[in-house]
Nanobody, 124 residues
Framework: VQLVESGGGPVQAGGSLKLSCVGS????????MHWYRQAPGKERELVAS????????YADFVKGRFTVSREFNRKADIYLQMDNLEPEDTAVYYC??????????????????WGQGTQVTVSS
């Protein structure tokens, strides 16, 4: 499985960005999917999650500003709509998926998948 993020970039405070994460390969392995972020000098933190049944959860610091969604038909794609961005949202944003560890047609699933990250920079 490969996860590829896109949509990051520079934006002014108060602006919006929409991040995309596209999964490919053995996407049957993918279960819950998440957005994490990591700012310079800080630990990686969970931003938002969406299950295969479209249940969503958010970190308190993004509630009301960010919206996570998952492609209805292609469960391997998720998005993060980020509105009213703040300089504190500056970070590399990563897509992560939980794998089920199953074996499908002789192909073994892992338990964790990560994308390469996309940089979001919010200026004041």
């Amino acid at each position: 499985v490969q996860l590829v993020e896109s949509g990051g970039g520079p934006v002014q405070a108060g602006g919006s960005l929409k991040l995309s994460c596209v999964g490919s390969g053995d996407t049957i392995c993918l279960q819950d999917m998440h957005w994490y972020r990591q700012a310079p000098g800080k630990e990686r933190e969970l931003v938002a999650s969406v299950t295969r049944r479209d249940q969503k959860n958010y970190a308190d610091f993004v509630k009301g500003r960010f919206t996570v969604s998952r492609e209805f038909n292609r469960k391997a794609d998720i998005y993060l709509q980020m509105d009213n961005l703040e300089p504190e949202d500056t970070a590399v944003y990563y897509c992560h998926a939980d794998g089920d560890g199953g074996n499908y047609f002789g192909r073994q699933c892992a338990y964790n998948y990560w994308g390469q990250g996309t940089q979001v920079t919010v200026s004041s």
